[in-house]
């Protein structure tokens, strides 16, 4: 059983485009989970989505984020006119429906913005 | 509201010494605590869960965590450190059960393992 994926691994960015990241969770996992990780911080939490529904965002950005997982295909976060602030590592994680705090995570993106 | 506190943002131990890394946590319900382990450039392994059964947890790689309520802890433990141990460890609470079932992090403690 393939765990998460989550792709790019890298990705670099100048300030004002777009970062697309996405996250394949692990078969018969419905649920899935977005945290991201700041340089010598631990992780926080920032959208939790299920089947698409976003079910908790209470830890994104107001702003230039966003984040969807459709009924086909892998869950995306989007940051559209990328900061310097928003360098840092962004995991996805997901659970499967009948233990949804047992949350296993992906390699992560790192994201630099140049 | 949930909080997680890892006291000791670095850890250093002797290769075969006890490793004992400390987590406190706050939360308003019965949580769920975990401890997961990161090496440098990947993404976290769980260690590690507590779930209101067993006190006392065993995990992966020799690795174990007692739940103690009364002092609200849930530290990690480890009889005889190993090089390979070395990496940057998170506790993390949840709601138990809850549909507010994101992680809340600790910051951390790097572990370094000495010859």
């Known amino acids: 059983n393939a765990g998460v994926m989550q792709n790019p691994r890298h990705l670099v960015r100048r300030r004002g485009q777009e970062a697309r990241l996405r996250c394949s969770p692990m078969?018969?996992?419905?649920?899935v989970y977005w945290y991201r990780q700041l340089p010598e911080e631990g992780l926080k939490f920032m959208v939790y989505l299920q089947k698409e529904n976003i079910i908790d965002e209470s830890g994104m950005p107001k702003e230039r984020f966003s984040a969807e997982f459709p009924k086909e295909g892998p869950s995306i976060l989007r940051i559209q006119q990328v900061v310097r602030g928003d360098s840092a590592a962004y995991f996805c994680?997901?659970?499967?429906?009948?233990?949804?705090?047992?949350?296993?995570f992906g390699p992560g993106t790192r994201l630099t913005v140049l | 509201a949930q909080s997680v506190t890892q006291l000791g943002s670095h850890v250093s131990v002797s290769e075969g010494a006890l490793v004992l890394l400390r987590c406190n946590y706050s939360s308003s319900v019965p949580p769920y605590l975990f401890w997961y382990v990161q090496y440098p450039n990947q993404g976290l392994q769980l260690l590690l869960k507590?779930?209101?059964?067993?006190?006392l947890v065993k995990g992966i790689n020799g690795f174990e965590a007692e739940f103690k309520k009364s002092e609200t802890s849930f530290h990690l433990t480890k009889p005889s450190a190993h090089m390979s141990d070395a990496a940057e460890y998170f506790c993390?609470?949840?709601?138990?059960?809850?549909?507010?079932?994101?992680?809340?992090f600790g910051t951390g403690t790097r572990l370094q393992v000495t010859l």
């Open positions: 993390a609470v949840s709601d138990e059960g809850g549909t507010a079932s994101k992680l809340t």
């Open positions: 994680a997901s659970s499967p429906p009948s233990f949804y705090n047992e949350q296993f």
């Open positions: 507590y779930t209101s059964a067993a006190t």
């Open positions: 078969k018969g996992h419905s649920h």
